[in-house]
Nanobody, 116 residues
Framework: VQLQASGGGLVQAGGSLRLSCVASGRTFTNYAMGWFRQAPGKEREFVADIGWSGTRYRDSVKGRFTISRDNAKNTVYLQMDSLKPEDTAVYYC????????????WGQGTQVTVSS
């Protein structure tokens, strides 16, 4: 299985970025997809996920971030608007089998830096 994340970069506070993660090697529709992030010196934290039951977000990104998926392209997206310096982190996409809480596969991460 390969997860290839892209779309990170440097942006000013208030700006936007769209992350993409392309999956290969598994039947994409059998998996829920999620985004996590890890800032320097901090634990990896949940950002958002999407599956049969819908979408979920951590409270600090609700109303600013939108997760979506295109099953025809085996791709999950994270649209990030109104970015804040505290959103700075390496963002990772992950896949998990429906019904399980643990993620089975992870992408390599993409750096998002928000300047004030």
């Amino acid at each position: 299985v390969q997860l290839q994340a892209s779309g990170g970069g440097l942006v000013q506070a208030g700006g936007s970025l769209r992350l993409s993660c392309v999956a290969s090697g598994r039947t994409f529709t059998n998996y829920a997809m999620g985004w996590f992030r890890q800032a320097p010196g901090k634990e990896r934290e949940f950002v958002a996920d999407i599956g049969w039951s819908g979408t979920r977000y951590r409270d600090s990104v609700k109303g600013r971030f939108t997760i979506s998926r295109d099953n025809a392209k085996n791709t999950v997206y994270l649209q990030m608007d109104s970015l804040k310096p505290e959103d700075t982190a390496v963002y990772y996409c992950g896949m998990r089998v429906y019904g399980r809480s643990a993620y089975d596969y992870w992408g390599q991460g993409t750096q998002v830096t928000v300047s004030s």
